[in-house]
C-alpha cells in the first residue's frame, strides 16, 4: 500500500471535548514530514483507527499509514512539500474559546518578558560592559534576584518547566522530542498563561515563549485568547528571519566571525525578527491596555526575545557602542582536571565538530577564531543584550504613556544562562552556576517594601507561575482543575521582606549520552555530536535522544553557600536516577558570592571540592538534601514509547 501522510493541527481542546473524525475532503496535497522516522508505530492499523491514535496523542502532528502500520509522527520531524504521494489535512484550528470567568477584584495586569540565552550580564548585576539602560531601571524600581535558577539549561525542558510550572521530571521533557502536553503526562495541566486566561484576563503573546512545536501551536487555543477585544483573530505571533536589506557595504558590517554574529545597517524598511515580534508585541500591549481602560479586563501579554541566541544579528550600533576596552576575556578558560570529564561539554551551537572519526573528544583550538579573540566574541554577546534591552523599552514606555504602570507586573528573565568562554565552554548545557544562573527582575509597584531591592533569597524559573498569580491576586488551581504537580512556590514573602529566604535549595539538571541524532527530522548535523562518540569529555547533551535512551543524568542543588552536583546512571525504565550507580561528584562553595558581576561570574566554583578528604562529611550531607528535594517532585511515567 503506498504510504499515505496526513498533517493534524488540532488542538488540545478539542481533542479532549470532541470525536475524532477524519472527515472526507479536508485534505491537501504536496506536504510530507522531512524524516522517514516515526515517534510510535502501531501494527494492523486501518486509516480510521491511525487517525484516531493520532488525534488522542497530543504529541502527533501527523501519521503515515504504510503496508497497513500507523507511524506517527511528532513537531521534532520537520514538514515540508516533497511530492504528489504525500497528502495532509489543512491546519484546523480549534474553535476559540469564550473566556467567562470574572477576573478577582483588583486583579492586577502581567507583563511577562523572557529573552533566550540570557544570563546575567546587565549592568544592575554588576556587568560595565552592557548597556542595558532599561532592565536597570526596571530593577532600579523593582525586585531583582541575585541567585534565580533554572531548572534545565536548555531552550525547550526549560520553557516546558517554567511555562508549565511543572519540573522537568514531571513534564518528562529533557530535550526536544517530548513536551508536557502529551497524553499521560500533562495533557490536562493548567498552563501559566493557560491560568490568567481562566480567570478572566485578556491572554496574548508574541515571540519566543512555549519553545515553538514542543508543545505544538504555542499552546494554543489554551493559554491564548484567540480574539482580540473588536473580536478579529488574534493567534499567537513567533515571525522569524530578517526583511530588508543590510545597508552595509560589507558582508555583516565587517564582522570578523559571520558564523556567530553578524551586525546590521538598518536603512530603509529592512527590520530583524525580534523587532517584527516586539512590534506586533507592542500593538497588542497598547490594544490591552485600552481595553483594561475601558472594561476593567486585566491582560497577560507575553513577549519572548530570541536573541541574544546564537547567531547574534544585531544592528551594529549596539555593538559600536560597547567600549572595546570594557570587555575583558574569560579569567578562567580551561577545563579543571578535578571535575567530572562528562560535564564538559563543546557544544555544535558554536560550529565546531568537537569528535574526529574514532569518538574521541577534540578539544578548542587557537586555531578556532572565536577562541582566540574572546573579547570581539564576547562583545557581540553584550551587544545582542543590549538590542534586546532597547525593545524591551518600547513595551515599558507604552505602560507609561497609557498610565498603568502602577497596575502592571513586570517580569523579566532568560531561559537558562550562557558560557561565554569560561572552563572551554561557548554554550548552556551544564549544570554549572553559568549554565544554571539567569536574571530574575519582577517589578510590583504596589509592593512599596520591594522598590529598588536586590534579594539573596534562592528563586527558581518554575516559582513564576505562582509568584505572578500571587502578586496578580490568583489562586492557584487546585489538582483537580488543572493545578496537579505545580513545582514552584509563591515569592511573594520576598517582595514584603527582601531579606527573607522561601526555600532552602534550588534545583537543576542535565543528561549525557553516548548516542544522540537517533531522531533528527534531518539526520547528522555538520558539527553537531555523531552517534560513535566514545569519549566522556566529548559525550552529546542527548537533544534528539529518547528520554528512554539516556545514559547518565546529573542533578544539580544550589543552597545558599553551596552548590553539589551528583552524575549518575540514569534507568531508561523507570526515567529515574540510579543514585547508587555514582559516574561523577561536584562540590563547590558560594561563601561570599553576591550574585554581582564580575566575581559571581569569574571567582566560584573554580575548585571542585568533592574528593578532598576534608569535605566528605559535607558532602555526603549535601547528597543526601539533595536525593530529598529530587524525591518530592518525582511523577508518574507515562507509557514507554514502543
Known amino acids: 500500500m503506498a504510504a499515505r501522510l496526513f498533517i493534524l493541527a488540532l488542538a488540545a481542546v478539542a481533542l ?25 508505530q502501531i501494527p494492523n492499523s486501518t486509516f480510521e483507527e491511525c487517525c484516531v491514535y493520532c ?21 521534532a520531524m520537520g514538514t515540508g512539500a516533497q511530492d504528489n504521494k504525500c497528502q495532509s489535512v489543512s491546519n484546523i484550528r480549534a474553535p476559540s474559546t469564550t473566556t467567562t470567568a470574572t477576573p478577582p477584584t483588583g486583579a492586577k495586569n502581567v507583563l511577562f518578558l523572557v529573552a533566550d540565552d540570557m544570563r546575567p550580564s546587565l549592568g544592575s548585576y554588576g556587568h560595565k560592559a552592557s548597556v542595558t539602560p532599561n532592565m536597570n531601571r526596571l530593577a532600579a524600581e523593582g525586585l531583582q534576584f541575585q ?40 495533557a490536562n495541566w493548567t498552563a501559566l498563561p493557560e491560568h490568567f486566561k481562566d480567570n478572566g484576563y485578556l491572554t496574548t503573546g508574541c515571540g519566543k515563549l512555549f519553545h515553538p512545536g514542543v508543545p505544538p501551536n504555542f499552546d494554543e487555543p489554551r493559554s491564548w485568547s484567540q480574539t482580540a477585544p473588536d473580536g478579529t483573530p488574534w493567534p499567537f505571533v513567533n515571525d522569524h528571519g530578517e526583511t530588508g536589506r543590510n545597508a552595509c557595504p560589507e ?13 546590521w545597517d538598518l536603512q530603509g524598511n529592512a527590520t530583524l525578527e525580534d523587532m517584527v515580534n516586539n512590534n506586533e508585541a507592542k500593538n497588542r500591549l497598547i490594544t490591552a491596555v485600552r ?37 575583558a576575556e574569560a579569567k578562567h578558560k580551561a577545563w579543571p582536571s578535578d571535575r567530572p570529564d562528562l560535564h564538559f561539554h563543546d557544544c555544535a551551537e558554536m560550529s565546531h565538530a568537537y569528535w574526529n572519526d574514532q569518538g574521541q573528544g577534540v578539544p578548542l583550538t587557537e586555531g578556532e577564531y572565536f577562541v582566540s579573540h574572546q573579547a570581539e566574541i564576547r562583545r557581540a554577546y553584550y551587544a545582542a543584550i543590549s538590542y534586546i534591552d532597547s525593545l524591551i523599552g518600547e513595551l515599558l514606555q507604552v505602560l507609561e504613556d497609557e498610565g498603568v504602570a502602577g497596575d502592571t507586573i513586570v517580569s ?30 519582577i517589578r510590583a509597584p504596589f509592593m512599596t517594601n520591594s522598590t529598588g531591592k536586590t534579594t539573596a533569597a534562592l528563586a527558581e524559573l518554575v516559582d513564576l507561575y505562582p509568584t505572578l498569580s500571587d502578586l496578580a491576586g490568583l489562586s492557584l488551581p487546585d489538582k483537580d482543575h488543572g493545578g496537579e504537580y505545580l513545582g514552584g512556590q509563591s515569592l511573594k514573602p520576598v517582595f514584603e521582606n527582601p531579606g527573607t529566604q522561601v526555600k532552602a535549595a534550588s534545583l537543576s539538571q542535565f543528561p549525557r549520552c553516548w548516542q544522540n541524532n537517533t531522531h533528527h527530522p534531518h539526520g547528522d548535523k555538520v558539527g553537531d555530536e555523531k552517534n560513535h562518540t566514545n569519549s566522556w569529555e566529548s559525550m552529546s547533551d542527548c537533544h534528539w535522544t529518547e528520554r528512554t535512551g539516556f545514559d547518565y543524568m546529573g542533578y544539580k542543588m544550589r543552597t545558599a553557600d553551596y552548590s553539589v552536583v551528583h552524575w549518575v546512571v540514569w534507568d531508561q525504565q523507570t526515567l529515574r536516577p540510579l543514585w547508587n550507580q555514582t559516574v561523577g561528584y561536584e562540590l563547590y562553595d558560594h561563601h561570599g558570592d553576591d550574585g554581582m558581576a564580575p566575581a559571581a561570574f569569574d571567582d566560584f566554583e573554580v575548585e571542585n571540592l568533592a574528593y578532598e578528604s576534608e569535605h566528605q562529611e559535607l558532602l555526603q550531607q549535601q547528597l543526601t538534601l539533595l536525593h530529598a528535594e529530587v524525591a518530592k517532585w518525582f511523577t508518574p511515567n507515562p507509557p514507554l514509547k514502543p
Not at 488525534?55 to 506517527?72: I, K, M, P, R
Not at 558582508?251 to 551586525?263: R, V
Open 147 to 186: 541567585h534565580a535558577y533554572v531548572q534545565f539549561a536548555y531552550c525547550a525542558p526549560s520553557r516546558n518547566s517554567f511555562m508549565s510550572g511543572r519540573r522537568p521530571d514531571a513534564t518528562k521533557t529533557w530535550n526536544f522530542l517530548d513536551h508536557f502536553r502529551e497524553t499521560d503526562v500533562g
Open 16 to 40: 479532549a471535548t470532541a470525536e475524532p473524525t477524519c472527515a472526507p475532503g479536508t485534505y491537501v496535497n504536496n506536504t510530507c514530514f522531512h524524516s522517514p522516522v516515526s515517534y510510535r
Open 412 to 441: 523579566i528573565t532568560g531561559d537558562h544562562g550562557w558560557h561565554l568562554g569560561e572552563y572551554d565552554m561557548w554554550c548552556k548545557m551544564s549544570n554549572l552556576e553559568l549554565g544554571t544562573r539567569t536574571p530574575l527582575i
Open 291 to 327: 481595553n483594561y481602560k475601558a472594561t476593567g479586563q486585566p491582560f497577560f501579554v507575553g513577549q519572548g526575545y530570541h536573541r541574544p541566541h546564537l547567531p547574534w544579528i544585531i544592528p551594529k550600533q549596539f555593538y559600536d557602542a560597547i567600549p572595546e576596552e570594557l570587555v
Open 55 to 75: 488525534q488522542q496523542d497530543t504529541a502527533c502532528l501527523g501519521f503515515v499509514l504504510n503496508d497497513e502500520s500507523c507511524n506517527l509522527k511528532n513537531a
Open 251 to 263: 558582508k555583516c558590517c565587517g564582522s570578523n566571525d559571520t558564523a556567530h554574529y553578524c551586525l
